[in-house]
Structure formats: C-alpha cells, structure tokens
C-alpha cells in the first residue's frame, strides 16, 4: 500500500532560525496536504498542493510540491515559538477519499 | 459555532467495558471520517462514510463499529475496550479540500 514518509521526526530550533520538513512518498500522489497540530490539539489544515512543481506561500511558510508529484517539503523561514507543534504532510493517490499522513514532524523553538 | 464536534473530550473507563464517541459536523460535507492517533502521535485512518455509505474501512478490530445515522454524524461505539484501545480519537469532516477534525475525544483504559 501506499506509504508517506516524512523526516525529521523531531527538530528543536533557536528562535529565529529557519526549519524545514520533507516528505516522500512510495507513489505518485494526486495532491498533498499539510497540517499543522499545536500541542494538546488537533490538526488544522494548512495548505493543498496539486501541480507538480508547484509553490505556495503562507506568511513565513513556504511549501513545495516535487515535479513527480512524489515529495513536498514545509519551510518555514525565522521561526517563531507560535510555530511550535506538530507539522503533518498528508498524500492522496488513486482513490479521493483516502489519504495517508505521514509520521508528523515535531517543532521545538528555544526561545 | 464549532465546525467539527466531538464528544466526550475525555473518556477514562475500565478495561472490557462498553463506550461510544459522538461526533457532529455542522459545514455540509458529505464525507466524515474517524482516525486513532496513538502515543507516537501517528494518525491512522478507521473508517470513512460518504452520506452515509461506509466507505473506508481499514484494518480495525470489530469491537469497533461507526455508524452515520445521517451525513452530518458520525459516531463511534467501541466494545470489551482494551489497554491497547487508548488513545486519541478524531472525527473529521471533508469537502474537496482539507480536513476539518473535531477536537479529539482522549479515551484512557485502565
């Protein structure tokens, strides 16, 4: 079956400084999203990416679809302690109704 | 007005025991989904309607039954529960875009 791999899994980062997780996946995804789960929270979308090669800006967040359609990355530039939590990629192939997450990256900023 | 809402919050009951989730989503989709996020925070998809058709249904026990009495529900009743049924579950609705999960109801065996 289809499988999402996302890295790191943890990431502690000095305020200010830059993060950025990938994604890869074992298919060709239809479309990719992101999420973003604050401590004792729940996911909350954040962006959906459908072409390949695709860009998209949110503020201090970048986000990037691969030309396969196979990877995405999250960037997020001069964090910021709002920016801790748990980012989640989350990939759709073949069937619309089915998506896979991937393990989640978790974001600690030091301030 | 709360898009997604689940219920209870917090769930704390004895092993064996019977238990049910409600969730309610109030934004008109016709997709309601249910995930298990374990202690590793991993999101593992259960189960799918589409206006009330059963659509996804993963490798779950069958101590697990969901059951959308109409497109806007999707509750989740949990039979004989087990240490290893513990976790946060989450209730999300979909349009053709993102996901909108409830708040998450933890549920605690003991």
């Known amino acids: 079956g289809q499988q999402v791999m996302q890295i790191p899994q943890y990431q502690h980062v000095q305020e200010g400084e830059d993060f950025t997780t990938y994604c890869n996946s074992s298919t060709t995804l239809s479309n990719i999203q992101w999420y973003k789960q604050r401590p004792g929270g729940h996911p909350v979308f954040l962006i959906q990416l459908v072409k390949s090669g695709e860009v998209k800006k949110q503020k201090r967040l970048t986000f990037q679809f691969g030309e396969a359609k196979k990877n995405s990355s999250l960037h997020i530039t001069a964090t910021q302690t709002t920016d801790v939590g748990t980012y989640f990629c989350?990939?759709?192939?073949?069937?619309?109704?089915?998506?896979?997450f991937g393990i989640g990256t978790k974001l600690q900023v030091i301030p | 007005d709360t898009a997604v809402s689940q219920t209870p919050k917090y769930l704390v009951t004895q092993m064996g025991n019977d238990k049910s989730i409600k969730c309610e989503q109030n934004l008109g989709h016709d997709t309601m989904y249910w995930y298990k996020q374990d202690s590793k925070k991993f999101l593992k998809i259960m189960f799918s309607?589409?206006?009330?058709?059963?659509?996804i249904n993963e490798t779950v026990p069958n101590r697990f039954s969901p059951k959308s009495p109409d497109k806007a529900h999707l509750n989740l009743h949990i039979n004989s529960l087990e240490l290893g049924d513990s976790a946060v579950y989450f209730c999300?609705?979909?349009?053709?875009?993102?996901?909108?999960f409830g708040s998450g109801t933890r549920l605690t065996v003991v």
């Open positions: 989350a990939g759709h192939s073949g069937g619309y109704q089915k998506v896979t």
């Open positions: 999300a609705s979909r349009s053709g875009y993102g996901y909108t």
């Open positions: 309607y589409n206006n009330k058709e059963l659509i």
